[in-house]
């Protein structure tokens, strides 16, 4: 009779999303994943190919995580805000996870980069505040806002800085109201 496997794919992506969210990418090794689970690499190798392909997966995995559970939450009226505050909770309640997936190096920087770049245009498209930008004036307001938010992000997750909600909304607001103007763009910005 064969033997059953005891380790599934969820059980190593578990301790993968286990030992990053501790230990930071430095941690992503075959052994360091094999010790959470106490048992061998083995079962690693006959689940992925490779480490490359547990990392694919794993981003796959986080990327799916970090928008149903992070930047899909509605808080305000404003889905650039709502983004920017749903960034900063992240890092505040995963401070390990947050600065691995976003601030150390690793191989799907860009991937997560251009996730996060997709996501907020998103987010602006069919909203009537930012549809009067055009492609670049998104695309510029993005890279302010994601500079702004990331600051805040890697601050709040070193414990820092803590920024309170209201603050935080009043960083997003001005900044976009000082985009627009530079841009010459005229908003049509909610009741104050």
Do not use: C
């Not at 994943?33 to 048992?39: H, K, L, P, R, V």
């Not at 805000?81 to 691995?100: I, S």
Request: proline share 2%.
């Amino acid at each position: 009779m064969a033997r059953r496997k005891t380790i599934t794919r969820e059980n190593i992506l578990s301790a993968v999303y286990d030992v990053i969210s501790t230990e930071g990418f430095e941690g992503f090794t075959a052994r360091n994943i094999a010790q959470a689970m106490n048992t061998s690499t083995q079962p690693i190798y006959l689940e992925f190919k490779n480490m490359d392909e547990l990392r694919d997966v794993f981003f796959k995995r986080i990327t799916t995580h970090i928008r149903a559970d992070i930047y899909d939450n509605v808080v305000t009226d404003d889905p650039v805000v709502d983004t920017v505050l749903n960034y900063v909770t992240f890092a505040k309640n995963e401070p390990k996870l947050f600065r691995a997936v976003f601030i150390e190096e690793h191989d799907s920087r860009e991937q997560l980069s251009n996730f996060s770049r997709d996501i907020f245009l998103e987010k602006m498209s069919g909203n009537e505040v930012y549809d009067v930008l055009n492609t670049e004036q998104k695309e510029s307001l993005y890279l302010t806002i994601w500079i702004i938010a990331t600051g805040l992000a890697a601050l709040v997750s070193a414990g820092r800085a803590y920024p309170t909600q209201e603050q935080i909304i009043g960083i997003v607001e001005n900044t976009v109201k000082i985009s627009a103007l530079e841009s010459g763009i005229s908003f049509k910005w909610k009741e104050e």
